[in-house]
């Protein structure tokens, strides 16, 4: 089988007017298999918005390469990036601000769809269908997003990830402005999404919290500093770290 999606030597410098160049994302390189679930763990400031950037896209690489289903994306832009973003979506943060505030939900969810020619009406149905995959009833497709919680918001934001049926799901601190009770639920919800896509969907998960990460991923890569420090499955390197960095991570923690 063939990775869904590779980085290879990936890595991110900026450079600062009058200061030395700092670099964020240093050399990391890792696989994601089809139907796998990848943690990314580490300290804020440890480089993981600027790792998952480069692999959105949102920001270019300095140096290494992305290989997302077989083809090389690296500098990927414009027209191509359409084609990229059907087979790879995004889950943010903070879910309110990933819509725009003027439009319903449901606009937000179906616009992929309208974007790639579906009719009104065809679309209305299948964001209706997406938004109760992800546990909301039909009519908060009419609801605007400050009309809903943090929780439901972020279930909309995964119904829109899902309307081009995706291979690659990311999910950057998805959770992590969420209640600790709506966290489970969001949890939940990405748990029957890999039950229903089996080998059809892969996610990488980025979060701080090395518990969530425990409960919910195949295998986790653990960041320090811009490099990955440390991999394996959730639980034998929380049981066994071999890193001293890991170690304090866990400690302060669990
Ligand atoms: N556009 C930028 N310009 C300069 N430095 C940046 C920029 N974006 C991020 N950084 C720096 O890169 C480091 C990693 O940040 P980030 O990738 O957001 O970490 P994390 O998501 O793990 O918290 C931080 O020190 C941050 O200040
Ligand atoms: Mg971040």
């Given at each position: 089988?063939?990775?869904?999606?590779?980085?290879?030597?990936l890595?991110r410098?900026?450079?600062?007017?009058?200061?030395?160049?700092?670099?964020?994302?240093?050399?990391v390189?890792?696989e994601?298999m089809?139907?796998?679930?990848?943690?990314i763990?580490g300290?804020?400031?440890?480089?993981?918005?600027?790792?998952v950037?480069?692999?959105?896209?949102?920001?270019?690489?300095?140096?290494?390469?992305?290989v997302l289903?077989?083809?090389?994306?690296t500098?990927?832009?414009?027209?191509?990036?359409?084609k990229?973003?059907?087979?790879?979506?995004?889950?943010?943060?903070?879910?309110t601000?990933?819509?725009?505030?003027?439009?319903r939900?449901?606009?937000g969810?179906g616009?992929?769809?309208?974007?790639?020619?579906?009719?009104?009406?065809?679309?209305?149905?299948?964001?209706?269908?997406?938004?109760?995959?992800?546990?909301?009833?039909?009519?908060?497709?009419?609801r605007y997003?400050?009309?809903?919680?943090?929780?439901?918001?972020?279930?909309?934001?995964?119904?829109?990830?899902?309307?081009?049926?995706p291979?690659l799901?990311i999910?950057d601190?998805?959770t992590s402005?969420?209640?600790?009770t709506?966290?489970?639920?969001i949890?939940?919800?990405?748990?029957?999404?890999?039950?229903?896509?089996?080998?059809?969907?892969?996610?990488?998960?980025?979060?701080?919290?090395i518990?969530l990460?425990?409960q919910?991923c195949?295998?986790?890569?653990?960041?320090y500093k811009?490099?990955?420090v440390?991999?394996?499955?959730?639980?034998e390197?929380?049981?066994?770290?071999q890193?001293?960095?890991?170690?304090?991570?866990?400690?302060?923690?669990?």
């Amino acid at each position: 089988m063939e990775p869904i999606l590779k980085a290879d030597n990936l890595t991110r410098v900026f450079s600062r007017k009058g200061q030395p160049d700092f670099t964020a994302v240093d050399h990391v390189s890792f696989e994601l298999m089809p139907g796998e679930c990848l943690g990314i763990i580490g300290e804020s400031g440890s480089g993981k918005t600027t790792l998952v950037n480069m692999i959105t896209r949102l920001l270019d690489a300095t140096e290494g390469r992305i290989v997302l289903d077989g083809e090389d994306i690296t500098r990927a832009g414009g027209k191509t990036l359409r084609k990229v973003y059907s087979k790879m979506q995004m889950v943010f943060q903070t879910p309110t601000e990933s819509f725009d505030p003027r439009r319903r939900l449901g606009d937000g969810v179906g616009e992929s769809l309208r974007n790639n020619g579906w009719s009104r009406s065809d679309t209305k149905k299948e964001a209706a269908r997406l938004l109760q995959v992800c546990g909301l009833t039909p009519e908060f497709a009419d609801r605007y997003p400050h009309e809903v919680s943090g929780g439901q918001c972020q279930r909309a934001a995964i119904a829109r990830a899902l309307a081009v049926k995706p291979r690659l799901l990311i999910c950057d601190e998805a959770t992590s402005a969420l209640d600790v009770t709506i966290q489970q639920e969001i949890i939940e919800l990405l748990n029957e999404l890999r039950w229903q896509h089996g080998s059809d969907l892969s996610i990488l998960f980025i979060c701080h919290d090395i518990a969530l990460v425990q409960q919910f991923c195949d295998r986790v890569l653990v960041m320090y500093k811009g490099s990955i420090v440390e991999q394996g499955k959730p639980d034998e390197v929380i049981r066994n770290p071999q890193n001293e960095y890991t170690r304090r991570l866990i400690d302060s923690i669990l």
